[in-house]
């Protein structure tokens, strides 16, 4: 059984973050102390990079930086739930919760359904609510791992 | 509504899927039906054909080139780019429901096959329905060869038979048509004299004879590629040219449109690498399906074919001697049965043969062979030329077209004239042609007409012993062909031809009008 897409130790429920950067760099955070990426710093250029392209704020609060990178060794899902929401380029407001994909440069298909399924459910309101409503990084795993199953 | 959408971003693991979903509920909400394709990174599942046909419009939300974007040719589409999906997705349906309301690019008509007439469009016409059951849809498929093929046949048949013409005058005696054939194509480039009727002769002939060289690889080509789009055509057009080298004729080229068309179909639709997917249409699926369908054809039906014709060939030789009205008959309906394929093919190099016999007298029975073929085989184009004409309702325009050009071609001995018509119903124009070929067979056999000319149909008349007799064989025998075919047909209206009267009778209401638009 290969690694879950995300965890409790990858969750922030009380994130302060500045702005964007400051946000993203959290969640890096968690990921490279769950060993799951290599290099906070190269990953971190790699999410720029992407946000750079086509800032990633989804209508109803939410932030989706993502990045397929070769700092990446497994693929994972950092959440945040933001203290105060930041902007993330969204039209229809700043984002209060933020999902950090994380994809391995050479990820296989598998991996990247569940990815697919995890944006697909981020259309769904009740999906988005039930997350904000979560007490805690154990609630916000669980959900995530109970929903986001592939197509 | 119905729509189908491509989704794509750069990363291809959050957008792609975000505006997929995003389309897909906003399509609900609205009552609106939406198929969504997400070129993303974890593979994308092509959207089936028949999906594609039956949506009325495209939504393109895609921020990388759309991958196929030809199989959405001709539908209103819009493009809005993979963000706008995400964050306005009812305004991006309702854009789309103003584009397919706002009228549909010229295109369109050919595609959606509600037209017969395809001329002028961009791309060829495919009329198939893809809501229509099994059957309606093979004889579409078949239709759509066979309405590319007709003007080949035209086309072709009719410079073949002008050639003989200008043959028949241009050669001293009764020579031309058989002298025609035997001039090499070097003598044509060479010495081109614009002034030789012998020269234009060979040039028609030879031009002619070039369009028929195409007939079953065209009829294979499209209906693979009415079954498979463009990734059929090259599976199908290789398949034909294979069946004509092994002798199978339109018969193989049927049965090659379909294997061609349906591998090109199923492969097109495997799940391959990101990097694999850009080469698929281009090289891999016509690479792939083109050597499977070479394989079928050389290795598995080709030797079949050929033991198939060296035992007729052979059988036939035996049967010499035996009662001659008999044989006329058999040749006869061997003729009529497929139409220069192999079959026929074996009938008519036996009659051929037969001519080169040394020292054979004014009424040799080899004579009266070839007099018997060449007469049953000029029945079944001259039969579908009487039947268009007599009960024209039971025929589809392109037939009916093809119809007036098949009595040049029935009388010039040119059997290819009837494909078109043997290829869009099998079995009932198969049939009757066989009867009726067989009668002329046994008649001609019977009054005893004799020919030492291998091919011309009536342009070489002076050539024939009792041409009389020869004219009554082929008359009697296009009319029981024709008679057969009629209530063949009438038994089982085609859909086809239904479909077709139903739009002749919707457009003839609408004209008149459209011509009074101020009525409105």
Redesign the interface.
Known sequence: MSLPLTAADLVGVDLAAADRDDATRQLIDLLAAAGRVTDAEGFHADVRAREAQMATGMPGGVGLPHARSEHVTVPSLAVGKLREPVDWGAPDGPARLVFLIAAPAGGDADHLQILAALARRLVHESFRQSLLDAPDAATVAEIVQREVVPS | MKFVAVSS??????????A???LE?AGKAAGHEVHVE?Q????STPLDPAIIAAADGVIYAA?LEVQAKDRFAGKPFVDVGV?KA??DPNGVLAQAVAAVEAGVPAADAAAAGATPTAAGAPRPAVKVDPNAGVGTRIRQWLMTGVSYMIPFVAAGGILIALGFMIAQAAWPGNEGPVAVTAVPVQDLITSFSITSGQDWAVLLYQTGAAAFGFLVAVLSGFIAYAIADRPGLVPGFVGGAISVVIGAGFLGGLVTGFVGGFLALWISRWRVPKGVRGVMPVVVTPLLSSLITGFLMFVVIGRPIANVMDGLTNWLNGLSGSNLVLMGALLGAMMGFDLGGPINKVAYTFAVTGLATEGLTGDAVQYRIMAAVMAAGMVAPLAMALATVVRKGLFTHAERENGKAAWLLGLSFISEGAIPFAAADPWRVIVSSMVGSSVTGAITMAVGSGLRAPHGGIWVLPLISNPLGFLLAVAVGTVITAGVVVVLKGLRPSPLVEAEREADAAAAATTPAAAQPAVA
Do not use: L, R, S, W
């Open positions: 971003c750069p990363t291809g693991i959050a957008h792609t899927y975000m997929a979903e995003a509920q997400t993303g990174a974890a593979g921020d963000k995400v964050h």
